[in-house]
Structures are given as C-alpha cells and as structure tokens.
C-alpha cells in the first residue's frame, strides 16, 4: 500500500506542512505496512532533494520549466497522470492556498472521493477514516470515507509535528514530465512579496498578540502598556489587520507570519487552525480569553480565563513594579 505526500514549496523553501505530513506517514507506517512516496514538482528541485531524504521512502521528481511557479492547471496534469499510473491508496496536500487551489479540480478529474481539511486521518483495513473540526475547533468530527480504490485529503497545517528522519535513507525516482503545454487559461505572472512592516515580528523574544476580543483600536495603548513593561513587540490575529489597526506585517498565521519566540502572549484570540498554525512552536505560550473552551487554550502553557481589560492592566502594573519602574 503506497501515500503519495505532495512537496508544497515557494521561493526556494519546503514548506512545514511537507514535513508534517511525511511525519505522519512514517508514524502510521509502524502499524499498518504503507510505502511513503513524496511527489516533489518543479524545475530547480535538486535543492529540495536532501531536505527531503529520510522523510519518505521514495521521493518521486518531476522537472519541468513550467512547473517553476505553483499553477493549479499544471499540477493538476502532472499529479492526475502519476496518480492514475500508481494508484496510491491515499494521497496527501496540504490545506494551504496551494492545496484548496489544487485538490477540488484533481479528485473530480480523477473521480475519487476528497475530503478537506482534515485534522488528522487513519487507514484501518484499505478504509480511510478522518477527523475534520467544527466551530472554530470545539468540536472534532469523525467521519469514515466508502471505500474507494484511491482517496484524496487535504492535512490542515499544524496538525502533526514534523519530526526529524532517523536516516537519511530515501529512494530518488526522475521521471519525465507528462505535460506538453503550458494551459492557457491560467497563467503564473509574477510572484508579488508583502509589503514590509516597520517590525519583524519573527525577531522578537517577547510578543504580545492581541485578537478581537480587543473590541477596538482605542484599546490599543492598554496592550502597549503591557508590551513596554515587558519589553516585547506587538502582534496580532488576521481580523486585527483586516479591520486596518495594525499593519499586515504584525499578523501571525498561515497567511502572515510564523514566529517561535520565548513568550507569546494571546489576548482576546480565539486560537484558529490558521493562527495557532503560526506560533505553535513558541516556547512558552500565556493565554487570556474570556472562554474556557477557546481552542487556544489547546496550546497555551499557561491560561487565565478572564477578561482581559481586567487581567492586562494589573499584569502591567504588576510587571512595572517587579522591575522597580
Ligand atoms: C484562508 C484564511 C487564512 C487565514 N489566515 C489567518 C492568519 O494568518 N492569522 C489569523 O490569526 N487568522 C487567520 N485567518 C482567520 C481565522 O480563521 C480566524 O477568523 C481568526 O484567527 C480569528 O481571530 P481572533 O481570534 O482574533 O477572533 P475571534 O475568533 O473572534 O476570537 C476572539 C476571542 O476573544 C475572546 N474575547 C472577547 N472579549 C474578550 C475579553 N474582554 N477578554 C478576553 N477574551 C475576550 C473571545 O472569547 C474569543 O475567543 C484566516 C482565515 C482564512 C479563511
């Protein structure tokens, strides 16, 4: 039994959600025999070859020129054609920009049965059996997919921790590209950078990140009161940026930034998979929400459950007097 795990890469980097799902993988295949093969896309990919190695039992090339830039169309081509010559039982992509661009349009040409999103997946006698979240992750959804020849997912981000390969024992396979011509309907223009903040938010050692449940940006300053005190940096969730209070560079999460720093202080942040997938990996994590069943609660350390216009302002005076301010 095979899983195919697609390689999702940008600018000359694997991204994390790659490792994880070939973590996965290589978890599951100490109970049921199942072969890993990660299907690596593009023109320069010697680069990722090493990265890679260790991670799956096969990595599987595909070079062409016009696979240089992710296009849904050309993936799309190439994937259809590998996967219908091997028949994996499982295929796996990440539930990224790429990946919801990528799956839908792929499990129809090939007919097979998709499922998005997904939190976490198991095989259990050639059936597939995965866990989707509801309600902002309160809830855990159990569902077993009818048995299928081959099975699409999409691996929601900062699911599974990517853990590094014992050896670097990998199997390289080149093939040739199946694609003859570039699609004219969808076409890569150019690849466009963010604008740069005024702050790198990924520097900092301390980040106090604020969500919606600061109400309004006239409460701003009470956060910058705390954030002086301890001397870290403010960030923030998407709604944050959305709504113009802060600027895009402060936001933390699959469409911002990813940070790891020593402290990472969640105000008023419900804990989304889009933002937890962006500072998981922090060393300590101090939340403060107003509901015991926020998901954010999920990965903190620490939580208080309060509301935060009452906590912040005595932790600030607290931290004010400890350093003798
Ligand atoms: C494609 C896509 C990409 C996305 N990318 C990102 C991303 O990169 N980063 C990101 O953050 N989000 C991202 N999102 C949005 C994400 O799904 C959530 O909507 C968002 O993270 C929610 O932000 P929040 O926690 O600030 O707000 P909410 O979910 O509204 O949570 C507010 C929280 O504040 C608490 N609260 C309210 N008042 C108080 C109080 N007085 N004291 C204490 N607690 C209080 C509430 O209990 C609640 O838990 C993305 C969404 C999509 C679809």
Redesign the pocket.
Known sequence: MSIFVLVEHRQGEIRDITFEMLSKCKEISKDINVKTTAVLLGNDVEQFLDPLKGYADTIVCCRDEKLEYFNSRTYQMVLSHLINENKPLLTLIGHTSYGIDLAPGLAIKLQIPLATDCADFSVEDDQLRIVRQMY?GKVNARATLKKAESYLITIRPASFEAKEPETKDSEVINLESSLKEEPIDKRFIKYVEPEVSDVDITASDILVSI???I?EDKNIPIIEELTTALGGVISC????VDKGWLDKGR??????KTVKPKLYLAL?????F??IA?MKDSDLVIA????AN?PIFGVADFGIVD???KVVPELSQKIKEMKGA
């Open positions: 902002g969500g919606r449940g109400k969730s998407r709604p944050i936001q933390v999460g699959t469409s911002g008023g942040i419900s804990g989304a889009q933002h962006g403060i929400n107003k509901d926020a509301d935060l216009f």
